[in-house]
């Protein structure tokens, strides 16, 4: 398979259910891939000072590994946390929990009104990473991420979006108010039917495919449903 037709909605939840259940790869390795290939993605751009700004989903946790990444580099990395910490589970606690040990700055901004320290984050980062809504979302972002966006989008800072821009819908290509403007996307396994469309591409920027490991196998199967 050396091209691969975008994935929808339901058939990126399927791969990630079919690859813990049939191919025995736990998620936990599916996000390092990921958080990995995204790092190396936004180190080849040089980043002096990142801020990633996390949701409480998976999405998230893939910028928790992303920081680690960058930390390991040598870049100077800080998170914003936009949902309170009980929220966290799963292969997104895991990697919380892994950047608690270590001395990256964690801003929290589950509450509303925006923060002091992320608004100063955002003005002094010259790449802000949006891990904040992943492809599941499908209604317009709500308080604070919202805010968060605006300020994001407001800022002078090149921003790396992950699997999708915080805002988009990734079937139908159709931005809610408000959608993260990347200057970068980094989508994993393929593209999704909504990237294609004359709406998103705003907001998608450049669109990079990172490969997180899944078997080929297994994209055939749930390509041929």
């Known amino acids: 398979m050396t091209s691969r037709p975008p994935l929808s909605r339901e058939q990126s939840r399927a791969v990630d259910q079919l690859a813990a259940d049939k191919y025995h790869i736990p ?14 993605l936004l180190i080849a751009q040089a980043p002096k000072q990142v801020l990633i700004a996390c949701g409480p989903g998976n ?17 100077a990395v800080k998170i914003a946390r936009f949902c309170p910490r ?31 320290p992320f608004r100063e984050a955002v003005a002094n980062a010259d790449w802000v990473v949006d ?15 919202a805010s968060a966006i605006r300020e994001i989008n ?31 996307t980094a989508t994993f396994v393929t593209p999704k039917p909504g990237y294609e469309k004359d709406s998103a591409r705003p907001y998608i920027g450049e669109l990079h495919i990172i490969d997180i490991g899944t078997p080929r196998k297994l994209l055939e199967e749930v390509l041929g449903r």
């Open 27 to 40: 998620g936990v390795i599916l996000m390092e891939n990921a958080g990995r290939g995204c790092a190396e």
């Open 59 to 75: 999405n998230g946790g893939d910028g928790y590994v992303i920081a680690r990444h960058l930390n390991l580099a040598g870049v």
């Open 86 to 116: 009980e929220r966290i589970q799963g292969d997104a606690l895991i990697n919380f929990r892994i950047l608690e040990a270590t001395d990256i700055e964690i801003i929290d901004c589950s509450n509303e009104p925006l923060s002091a």
């Open 131 to 145: 891990a904040l809504l992943g492809t599941g979302v499908t209604s317009a972002p709500r308080q604070p991420i």
């Open 154 to 184: 407001t800022s002078t800072a090149r921003t790396l979006a992950i699997d999708i821009p915080s805002g988009l819908d990734c079937d139908t290509g159709q931005p809610n108010d408000p959608t993260i403007e990347a200057n970068f």
